[in-house]
T-cell receptor
Framework: LAKTTQPISMDSYEGQEVNITCSHN???????ITWYQQFPSQGPRFIIQ???TKVTNEVASLFIPADRKSSTLSLPRVSLSDTAVYYC????????????FGQGTELSVKP | GAVVSQHPSWVICKSGTSVKIECRSL??????MFWYRQFPKQSLMLMAT?????????EQGVEKDKFLINHASLTLSTLTVTSAHPEDSSFYIC????????????FGPGTRLTVT
């Protein structure tokens, strides 16, 4: 499982677009990238997942360049309720679903 | 989406006693469940993989005799913290995979354990 590196913290203001970049230089061919959101004293919540190029859902977009050594989670027009810790993980279908969490990025959205 | 529940949501126990935490998949069958521990201001640490009908697989450094895991049915896994000590106080979270979307995991709400 590739190790991921992301900024420890980020600050933003309501209504702004937030981009959190994750580095995964040693990502394997079978690995895919998943982002989770966690609020204090709650379990993580799935946000988005992708293998390459761009994936978009109702809450976020995920950009993965061709070399797949990094990925960027984009949160459009954040609100105060988006204040949380965001985790980037790489995992493989062949690893039995095991997820190894890195340090995460603590996003603080201010009014 | 699939729902995973945990019970209890919080528990306080005395040092030396054992505590059981339940993890249930409510609307799907989970052949594999995972147990994590999270200390304040830290990331989740994978403790073990729970497989229905077989022994759990523990991560390096996790004491299997202290953290007993049982996955007796396709919807229930239990984690028992035996002879709990204050340093076992933590937030315990389980997750489950939902076949056929095996790559997606759903997390429970967590259980706050405080050992006094």
């Amino acid at each position: 499982l590739a190790k991921t590196t992301q900024p420890i913290s980020m600050d933003s203001y309501e209504g702004q677009e937030v981009n959190i970049t994750c580095s995964h230089n040693n990502i394997a061919t079978n690995d895919y990238i998943t982002w989770y959101q966690q609020f204090p004293s709650q379990g993580p919540r799935f946000i988005i997942q992708g293998y390459k190029t761009k994936v978009t859902n109702e809450v976020a977009s995920l950009f993965i360049p061709a070399d797949r050594k990094s990925s960027t989670l984009s949160l459009p027009r954040v609100s105060l309720s988006d204040t949380a810790v965001y985790y980037c993980l790489s995992s493989s279908y062949n690893q039995g679903g095991k997820l190894i969490f890195g340090q995460g990025t603590e996003l603080s959205v201010k009014p | 989406g699939a729902v995973v529940s945990q019970h209890p949501s919080w528990v306080i126990c005395k040092s030396g006693t054992s505590v059981k935490i339940e993890c249930r998949s409510l609307d799907f069958q989970a052949t594999t469940m995972f147990w994590y521990r999270q200390f304040p201001k830290q990331s989740l640490m994978l403790m073990a993989t729970s497989n229905e009908g077989s022994k759990a697989t523990y991560e390096q450094g996790v004491e299997k005799d202290k953290f007993l895991i049982n996955h007796a049915s396709l919807t229930l896994s239990t984690l028992t913290v035996t002879s709990a000590h204050p340093e076992d106080s933590s937030f315990y979270i389980c997750s489950a995979r939902d076949p056929p979307s095996d790559y997606e995991q759903y997390f429970g709400p967590g259980t706050r354990l405080t050992v006094t």
